[in-house]
């Protein structure tokens, strides 16, 4: 039987698989603290959960102070790649990180199957 970690990996990768252009997945608490991840490097995984946990929370004082709704997602551009940060009730958040020339549509279509997924597993 698997933990609930490799229930969440093999989400990431079947779903995942589905991205082309993927370059890393996250999950981690609103705390900062990695639940599960693709990234070899624990002290990656570690980094990119803390960063992500401050963007998010950081986010969702922004979207209630200019009143303009719950925040969902958070979509970060730079010249060489691109980071998704998608809350999972208040109990996760799901970063994606990929290539720059990723396709926003495949990311559209598969990133909602994704975190039903993980829902049905953390929730």
Known sequence: MFGIDE?????????GADIPGLKGI???TFDGLPVA???????????IAAMVSALVTLSKKVTSELEVGEMEAIAVEAD????????IDD??????ITHKDINLGVLRLVIPKMIEKLRAIIL
Do not use: H, M, P
């Not at 991840?37 to 980094?47: A, F």
């Not at 109990?91 to 994606?96: K, P, Y």
């Open 80 to 87: 060489e790649g691109k980071i998704f940060c998608y809350t």
């Open 91 to 96: 109990s996760a958040i799901l970063a994606v």
């Open 37 to 47: 991840s693709d990234i070899k490097s624990v002290e990656r995984q570690n980094r």
């Open 26 to 28: 996250v999950l981690s």
């Open 7 to 15: 229930k969440i990996r093999e989400v990431f990768r079947d779903v």
